[in-house]
């Protein structure tokens, strides 16, 4: 017997990515001495940087891979700002974002696994 490894709900969904504005102290960037790639970011005042594509409506933050409920995938999950990170799956405000898509909260059978090894 097979066994298909399960799919984080996150993976297929990137509503978060899609509504919210990504904003974290420069610190964190890549130049210095975080992880966030400079590139994908803009200065919003002297000590705060924003992700691009987060500033404006519609919103869709440049790190995203994929579209919107289909393979959406965090092209630098593992270099991603304390903002991602402490942005909670199955929260409230995950919640908000999916409908504010039309897509239903995460089910009780989903599996809630890691999305990086």
Same mark, same amino acid.
């Given at each position: 017997?097979?066994?298909?490894?399960?799919?984080?709900?996150?993976? *297929?969904?990137?509503?978060?990515?899609?509504?919210?504005?990504? +904003?974290?102290? &420069?610190?964190?960037?890549?130049?210095?001495?975080?992880?966030?790639? %400079?590139?994908?970011?803009?200065? &919003?005042?002297? *000590?705060?940087?924003?992700?691009?594509?987060?500033?404006? $409506?519609?919103?869709?933050?440049?790190?995203?891979?994929?579209?919107?409920? &289909? +393979?959406?995938?965090?092209?630098?999950?593992?270099?991603?700002?304390?903002?991602?990170?402490? $942005?909670?799956? %199955?929260? %409230?405000?995950?919640? +908000?974002?999916?409908?504010?898509?039309?897509?239903?909260?995460?089910?009780? *059978? %989903?599996?809630?696994?890691?999305?990086?090894?």
């Amino acid at each position: 017997m097979s066994c298909t490894p399960a799919i984080h709900p996150c993976v *297929n969904c990137g509503a978060c990515c899609h509504t919210y504005r990504v +904003e974290f102290p &420069v610190y964190e960037l890549k130049s210095m001495g975080g992880s966030v790639p %400079d590139a994908l970011t803009h200065t &919003v005042n002297g *000590n705060r940087v924003r992700m691009n594509g987060t500033a404006q $409506f519609p919103v869709r933050c440049h790190a995203l891979t994929g579209g919107l409920g &289909v +393979e959406s995938i965090c092209s630098i999950y593992e270099q991603r700002s304390s903002t991602c990170r402490n $942005f909670d799956f %199955d929260s %409230d405000r995950c919640h +908000e974002a999916r409908a504010r898509h039309g897509l239903p909260p995460p089910q009780p *059978n %989903d599996p809630i696994l890691p999305l990086a090894a």
